[in-house]
Each structure stands twice: as structure tokens, then as C-alpha cells.
């Protein structure tokens, strides 16, 4: 036996000896009722005031032993949470399944009941037997079977990042975690939490808002036991996985670290800004081989990690991994950004060869948009600059879209440093993202550009200048009133831009276990970085238009602009300088040497 087993059966009794308790205590005015009753039967407490006693202590058991029938009702029917997951059947992943077999046969232990993915950097059995579940058809088959075996959720990155020695490495404690699961006593003890668990969730709703307390009660009451309990079925899991592939276990330990690294920067600086803007990327999975791989590259302690590319991936276990990967990529935006669960003509995919022209050229140019009609609504000093088509130079902004998403640029155009090696521009139409199934993993460039877009033929047209912004924050202008009350205004456009979004989306409904977004992405911003934001899209939009540059996504800080095919990565600075100390010098300068023409209208829509 393993060496957590006992600490986790003791514990496990540690959790059900403390609902053992709850019940003796809802049974105690019923005991005493009795007690009272036989008394009076047989004459020994006759006369007052035992025949009132009596009558009281009989009403207060029996409220009691409704409130408490209530309450384990509610335990017990009570839908515990489930993780939103994609679910693979055995025919879409029959190599998987068999991976996953013999590792459980290898260590004598039950087979998971089924396999799910999940967009994360994590891998855990989930029990899903639950009666509540099969009555809301959340799960169903065998997995759903009462004392079937847990379901194994693996973290999708997982599958593309990782070579298939790696992978089941990885996996060999996570199965062995069935063995300690199938113990009555733990399972019981793990039931009674999940349900206490649902039954605060319960609480909230109207009519039932006793229930809580005593459930948080009760999960205080074994919190302690139900922690120590998992740590014992953990070490005896991980105890049980000692003989299979324990040193190679410890190497790919070192890319789950990698992975979650990669992971997290695609989906802030790259998926984020497609999220909001209505756009998902459709292959997160494959572009995560891109972004790890840019990652190595450029970090010298991970050198090395690319040399595993040419083992077979872990990816290569599933008979579309394409398919896959689409549906992963549409459960994170759900997960982490609220979107909805389905595709629709305002929630579509997006390519990476299409990112930079759908995604971050729009993004730009919302942002650009949203710039001046804040200035508009400011009505800026008299003297200032003005655009060539009259004092505010913002014609041509009223066919901008009023909730113009995407506003938050995570990195923008200068962040990071990637080196000219790192941009490419591929021809329009060649696809940038690598192939979910290529053996080798074959990671993309670093940098995807756009194809070749229609510019605006010349100057014939009306709209808003650069030189406007530069003016507008320029000198005292630049750090006194105006800047300030610039950013506030940015603030609170974007702020009741993505209060509408969320009333059109459903957001004002009472947050439950089942509410999305589970691990929202966006970080509070202060005024002024949503200000250099702005201005930096602002600038990217004329550089676009007036100098032949063009927008571009680099795999780990989003957003570029490319010039020549050579991303930029030296304006964040020059932005800053005129944000927060009023001083555009470095910028004309960089500007000039672009040959970026300021004057000169954009085209925001």
C-alpha cells in the first residue's frame, strides 16, 4: 500500500465524522422531544410547566428536522461544478485512449472513465457521476455511471507543445490518482464536499438563502481534513507512478513550466485583442508551438528545448487534431473572455495569416477612432493644431463604429525585443500558423505581417491627423488638464463601451458556478497607459497610411508594426516621452525618419 493511502483514509473519516456530527445535532431536539414525551407518558414530569415544555420542544424538533431534511436534500441533489471541457470520444482519439490504458494497466490501477481537454496548463481527474449531472445532461455514458472511474481532463497546450514520451510521463501520476480515488471512504468524503460546495452556490438563490450558512459552516468545519486528504491521495498517486518513466518525468516537468509560460503571454498579448474584438483565433493550440518556440529562442535557459521538435508530438494521438484545436480555441475565449459558446456572424474565427489585416489593423484604427472623438467631445484650446477639414480635424468620424471593441493594446506597437531576424513577411494567403499534426511541431515565425492592403491613393481625403494628437499634447497641454482629461475621457468611453457589450451579452445576470467568463484576462489599466495606448495607434495608423509600414503579430507580445518587414520595437519610449512629459521631439524625430507624414488625414474605418 501506498504511503499516503492511510493518511488519506484517515482523513477522509476525519470529513465524514463531521458530518456524522451534523446530523447527531439536528437529531438532538427530536431525541430530547422523545425523551420529554415518554416522560409524560408514564407520569414521571407530570403537572406544569412540563406539559408547555413538552409542546415547545416537540415544535422546535420538528422545524428542526424539516430544516435539516431541507438542507440534506439540497446536498444531496445539489449540481456540483463541472469544468467546461471539450470531450474526446475513444474514435477521435484511439492512440490517446490507448496511451492512457496501459499506463493504468502498468500501475494497477482503474482506467479513467473518459478523456477531456481543456485550454490550460494543468491535467486532473474530475468526477462527473454525479446524478444532478445526468439529470441536466451535462455528462452522459459510462463516465456518468454511478462508481464509475473519474474522467481525465488534460490541458490542451499540452497535447501540441509536448512530445508523446513527455506527455505520458507527465500523465502516469495523474491516472494513478484513480487508485486512492476508488476507496468508499474517500470517495464518500469527497461527494459530501462537492456537495456542501453546491449547496452555497444553492444559497444564493432567492428563497434559499439560509442554505448557505450552514454549508460554509460545515466546509470550515472540514477544511482542513478535506485538504490533508487530497495531499495523501497526491503522494500515493505520485508514489504508484514512481516505476514509469520517472526521469524522463522530470525533464518534462521543466516543459509544463515552458508551456504555461507560452500559454499565458499568447492568450494576454494575442488572443486577448482578437477577443475584443469580436474575433477568435481559431488554432490557439498550433500557435502556442509558435510562441514557445519564439520563447526559447530568445531565452537563454530554455536553448536546447527546440531540439525535442523532431520527436513525434503528443498531437499526433488524435485523428483531427485540427478540429480539436478549433473547438479548444472557441472554450478559452469563453473561459477567459466571456464570449459566446457558439460561432456567429458577431463571434467569428480568425487565421493567423489573417490576424494582422482582420485583428490588428482594426484594432488600430478603433482605437485611433475612439482618440478622436475624445478629443472631439473635449473641444480642445482654442490655437492648437487642427486637421485640414476645419478647427476639430475630425471629419470623416461619424461612420466610425460607435462600440469600436478592442481598445486595450496588452504590449502595442514597441513593446518587447524581438530582433529584425525575428519578423518575416510572408506572401498574402500563405498560411502562418504551424500545422496542428506537422510530426515536428514546426513553429511559425515570430512575427506574421499582413498581406499587401489597399492604402489610400492620396491626400484627397478627410479625416484626422496625427499632427492634432501631437499638438493636443504638447508642452503644458501634454501634462497638465488636457492630458489629464484626456485619459479620464478614454477611461470612461471604454468603460461604457464594455458595459454595453456586457448588457447586450447577458453579463448582468447573478455570477453562479456556471458563470463565463471563469478566469477573466483583463487587467486594470490607469488613464495614462490607456492614453499612450491610443496614441501608439494612433501613430501606427499614420505610418501605415503615409509610409508603407504595415501591422503585423509577433507570437509573444501581440501587435507590431512592421516597417519594411522589420518590426519596430523602439516607439513605446518615444509614446511615453509625449504622454507623460509633453515632449513630441523624439517622436517627430522618429516619426521624420520614417518618413511618416503628420498632416496627413487617417482612415479610421
Not at 501520476?173 to 444553492?202: K, N, Q, W
Not at 501581440?558 to 507623460?580: K, N, Q, S
Request: hydrophobic share 45%; glycine share 12%.
Amino acid at each position: 500500500m501506498e504511503a499516503g493511502v492511510p493518511s488519506a483514509r484517515s482523513r477522509a473519516l476525519a470529513v465524514l465524522r463531521v458530518r456524522s456530527r451534523a446530523l447527531a445535532v439536528a437529531l438532538l431536539p427530536a431525541a430530547l422531544a422523545v425523551v420529554l414525551v415518554a416522560a409524560r407518558a408514564t407520569g414521571r414530569l407530570a403537572g406544569e410547566p412540563w406539559g408547555t415544555v413538552t409542546l415547545v420542544v416537540c415544535a422546535v424538533a420538528a422545524l428542526v428536522l424539516l430544516l435539516a431534511g431541507i438542507f440534506a436534500a439540497v446536498v444531496l441533489r445539489a449540481s456540483p461544478a463541472v469544468t467546461p471541457t471539450v470531450p474526446l470520444s475513444e474514435a477521435a482519439a484511439p492512440d490517446l485512449y490507448r496511451l492512457v490504458r496501459d499506463l493504468a494497466d502498468r500501475m494497477d490501477v482503474p482506467p479513467p472513465s473518459a478523456i477531456a481537454l481543456t485550454p490550460d496548463c494543468d491535467s486532473w481527474l474530475e468526477d462527473r457521476t454525479h446524478a444532478a449531472h445526468r439529470r441536466r445532461g451535462i455528462a452522459g455514458g459510462p463516465q456518468s455511471a454511478p462508481g464509475a472511474a473519474p474522467v481525465l481532463v488534460i490541458g490542451s497546450p499540452f497535447l501540441w507543445w509536448m512530445r508523446v514520451a513527455e506527455l505520458r510521463a507527465v500523465l502516469a501520476p495523474v491516472v494513478a490518482g484513480t487508485g486512492p480515488s476508488a476507496h468508499p471512504d474517500i470517495a464518500d468524503a469527497r461527494g459530501f464536499v462537492r456537495g456542501l460546495d453546491a449547496a452555497v452556490d444553492v444559497g444564493s438563490r432567492r428563497g434559499l438563502g439560509w442554505i448557505a450558512a450552514p454549508a460554509r459552516l460545515l466546509l470550515r468545519l472540514c477544511r482542513t481534513d478535506a485538504a490533508e486528504m487530497e495531499r495523501g491521495v497526491a503522494a500515493a498517486a505520485s508514489d504508484r507512478a514512481q516505476g514509469v518513466d520517472y526521469g524522463l518525468r522530470i525533464v518534462a516537468q521543466e516543459q509544463v513550466g515552458l508551456a504555461y509560460a507560452g500559454w499565458d503571454r499568447l492568450l494576454t498579448r494575442v488572443a486577448l485583442p482578437a477577443w475584443r474584438m469580436g474575433r477568435w483565433p481559431a488554432h490557439l493550440d498550433a500557435g502556442v508551438v509558435s510562441a514557445l518556440t519564439e520563447l526559447s529562442r530568445r531565452d537563454r535557459l530554455a536553448e536546447g528545448f527546440t531540439s525535442r521538435l523532431g520527436e513525434r508530438p503528443a498531437c499526433d494521438l488524435l485523428e483531427q487534431p485540427g478540429v480539436i484545436d478549433e473547438a479548444t480555441s472557441l472554450l478559452a475565449a469563453r473561459l477567459f473572455h466571456g464570449g459566446p459558446a457558439e460561432a456567429g456572424p458577431d463571434w467569428s474565427p480568425v487565421e493567423w495569416a489573417a490576424y494582422p489585416e482582420e485583428v490588428v489593423d482594426r484594432k488600430w484604427r478603433a482605437e485611433a477612432a475612439r482618440l478622436h472623438a475624445a478629443l472631439d467631445a473635449l473641444a480642445g484650446p482654442a490655437g492648437l493644431p487642427a486637421g485640414p477639414s476645419g478647427p476639430t480635424g475630425a471629419t470623416g468620424t461619424a461612420g466610425r463604429p460607435a462600440s469600436a471593441a478592442g481598445s486595450a493594446s496588452p504590449a502595442g506597437a514597441g513593446a518587447g525585443t524581438a530582433t529584425p531576424a525575428a519578423s518575416v513577411r510572408p506572401a498574402a494567403g500563405a498560411s502562418a500558423s504551424p500545422g496542428p499534426s506537422a510530426p515536428s511541431g514546426a513553429a511559425g515565425s515570430a512575427t506574421i505581417a499582413a498581406p499587401d492592403a489597399a492604402h489610400p491613393a492620396g491626400d484627397g481625403f478627410a479625416g484626422p491627423t496625427l499632427e492634432r494628437v501631437l499638438g493636443c499634447l504638447t508642452g503644458a497641454a501634454g501634462e497638465g488638464a488636457l492630458g489629464e482629461a484626456l485619459a479620464g475621457r478614454l477611461s470612461a468611453d471604454l468603460a461604457r463601451e464594455e458595459r454595453a457589450a456586457g448588457t447586450a451579452g447577458g453579463a448582468g445576470k447573478a455570477r453562479g458556478a456556471d458563470a463565463v467568463p471563469l478566469f477573466p484576462l483583463q487587467p486594470p489599466r490607469s488613464g495614462r497607459d490607456l492614453l499612450a495606448d491610443h496614441v501608439t495607434a494612433m501613430v501606427c495608423c499614420a505610418a501605415v497610411d503615409s509610409a508603407g509600414a504595415a501591422p503585423g503579430m509577433d507570437w509573444l507580445d501581440g501587435p507590431v508594426l512592421l516597417v519594411g518587414g522589420d518590426r519596430r520595437a523602439d516607439l513605446a519610449p518615444r509614446v511615453l516621452c509625449l504622454v507623460e512629459d509633453g515632449d513630441p521631439e523624439p517622436l517627430r524625430d522618429w516619426l521624420s525618419a520614417l518618413g511618416v507624414r503628420t498632416e496627413k488625414p487617417v482612415r479610421l474605418v
